[in-house]
Protein backbone atom coordinates (compact mmCIF):
# COMPACT_ATOMS: atom_id res chain seq x y z
CA UNK A 1 0.00 0.00 0.00
CA UNK A 2 1.17 3.62 -1.00
CA UNK A 3 -0.02 6.53 0.80
CA UNK A 4 0.80 10.00 -0.70
CA UNK A 5 -0.13 13.10 1.51
CA UNK A 6 0.01 17.11 0.65
CA UNK A 7 0.28 19.85 3.06
CA UNK A 8 1.39 23.03 2.90
CA UNK A 9 -1.53 24.84 1.62
CA UNK A 10 -3.72 28.18 3.54
CA UNK A 11 -4.77 31.17 3.13
CA UNK A 12 -2.33 33.80 1.26
CA UNK A 13 -2.73 37.13 -0.30
CA UNK A 14 -1.94 38.11 -3.93
CA UNK A 15 1.80 38.67 -4.75
CA UNK A 16 2.29 35.87 -2.17
CA UNK A 17 4.41 32.89 -1.84
CA UNK A 18 3.34 29.06 -0.79
CA UNK A 19 5.54 25.53 -0.75
CA UNK A 20 3.31 22.64 -1.05
CA UNK A 21 4.80 18.98 -0.12
CA UNK A 22 3.21 15.67 -1.47
CA UNK A 23 5.36 12.98 0.36
CA UNK A 24 4.65 9.35 -0.50
CA UNK A 25 5.02 6.13 2.26
CA UNK A 26 4.62 2.94 2.07
CA UNK A 27 5.89 0.16 -0.62
CA UNK A 28 7.89 2.04 -2.43
CA UNK A 29 10.75 0.84 -4.82
CA UNK A 30 10.50 4.08 -6.59
CA UNK A 31 9.01 6.73 -8.03
CA UNK A 32 8.81 7.75 -11.68
CA UNK A 33 7.02 10.80 -12.51
CA UNK A 34 5.51 13.08 -10.12
CA UNK A 35 2.59 15.73 -11.02
CA UNK A 36 0.82 18.46 -9.12
CA UNK A 37 -2.79 19.21 -10.38
CA UNK A 38 -5.16 21.66 -9.67
CA UNK A 39 -9.23 21.89 -9.95
CA UNK A 40 -10.98 25.42 -8.89
CA UNK A 41 -14.60 24.68 -8.22
CA UNK A 42 -16.90 24.59 -11.10
CA UNK A 43 -13.49 23.94 -13.04
CA UNK A 44 -11.84 20.93 -14.51
CA UNK A 45 -8.91 19.75 -12.78
CA UNK A 46 -5.91 21.10 -14.33
CA UNK A 47 -2.31 19.78 -14.61
CA UNK A 48 -0.02 22.39 -12.99
CA UNK A 49 3.21 20.93 -12.94
CA UNK A 50 5.29 17.73 -14.25
CA UNK A 51 8.89 16.32 -12.96
CA UNK A 52 9.96 13.01 -14.36
CA UNK A 53 11.84 10.47 -12.19
CA UNK A 54 15.38 11.97 -14.15
CA UNK A 55 14.47 15.57 -12.84
CA UNK A 56 12.89 17.18 -15.87
CA UNK A 57 10.00 19.30 -15.86
CA UNK A 58 7.88 21.31 -17.48
CA UNK A 59 5.02 23.70 -16.55
CA UNK A 60 1.25 25.43 -17.58
CA UNK A 61 1.12 28.00 -19.46
CA UNK A 62 -0.48 29.98 -16.65
CA UNK A 63 2.21 29.03 -14.01
CA UNK A 64 5.92 29.15 -15.75
CA UNK A 65 8.02 31.32 -14.39
CA UNK A 66 5.96 31.71 -11.30
CA UNK A 67 5.91 27.87 -10.06
CA UNK A 68 9.34 25.07 -9.54
CA UNK A 69 8.45 22.06 -9.07
CA UNK A 70 11.27 19.91 -7.41
CA UNK A 71 11.72 16.30 -5.55
CA UNK A 72 14.17 14.97 -3.25
CA UNK A 73 13.63 11.49 -3.66
CA UNK A 74 15.82 10.17 -0.47
CA UNK A 75 12.69 11.31 1.04
CA UNK A 76 9.98 10.29 -1.55
CA UNK A 77 9.12 13.68 -1.60
CA UNK A 78 8.33 16.58 -4.04
CA UNK A 79 7.71 20.52 -3.99
CA UNK A 80 5.74 22.95 -5.56
CA UNK A 81 7.52 26.59 -4.68
CA UNK A 82 4.55 29.12 -6.15
CA UNK A 83 5.58 32.51 -5.91
CA UNK A 84 3.60 35.59 -7.46
CA UNK A 85 0.52 33.93 -6.56
CA UNK A 86 -2.63 35.43 -8.01
CA UNK A 87 -6.52 34.64 -6.83
CA UNK A 88 -6.62 32.75 -9.77
CA UNK A 89 -4.51 30.02 -8.69
CA UNK A 90 -6.89 29.55 -6.16
CA UNK A 91 -7.96 26.06 -5.77
CA UNK A 92 -7.45 22.51 -4.29
CA UNK A 93 -3.84 21.20 -5.18
CA UNK A 94 -3.35 17.41 -5.61
CA UNK A 95 -0.26 15.34 -6.88
CA UNK A 96 -0.24 12.28 -8.63
CA UNK A 97 2.74 10.27 -8.34
CA UNK A 98 3.71 6.84 -10.75
CA UNK A 99 4.76 4.28 -7.95
CA UNK A 100 7.01 0.97 -8.96
CA UNK A 101 5.46 -0.93 -5.63
CA UNK A 102 8.26 -2.92 -3.98
CA UNK A 103 5.99 -6.01 -3.20
CA UNK A 104 5.37 -6.68 -7.06
CA UNK A 105 7.71 -4.29 -8.73
CA UNK A 106 4.58 -2.95 -10.98
CA UNK A 107 4.08 0.32 -11.55
CA UNK A 108 0.50 2.27 -10.43
CA UNK A 109 -0.56 5.50 -10.01
CA UNK A 110 -1.62 7.13 -6.76
CA UNK A 111 -3.14 10.79 -5.60
CA UNK A 112 -3.09 12.06 -2.56
CA UNK A 113 -6.38 13.88 -0.83
CA UNK A 114 -5.79 17.51 -1.76
CA UNK A 115 -4.41 20.73 -0.32
CA UNK A 116 -6.56 24.11 -0.48
CA UNK A 117 -4.82 26.75 -1.67
CA UNK A 118 -6.58 30.55 -1.21
CA UNK A 119 -5.40 33.84 -2.80
CA UNK A 120 -7.24 36.28 -1.79
CA UNK A 121 -6.95 39.92 0.19
Known amino acids: QVHLVESGGGLVQPGGSLRLSCAAS????????MYWYRQAPGKERELVAI???????SYADSVKGRFTISRDNAKNTMYLQMNSLKPEDTALYYC???????????????WGQGTQVTVSS
Open 26 to 33: GSIFSIND
Open 96 to 110: NAIVVVASTLSEYPY
Open 51 to 57: ITGGGST
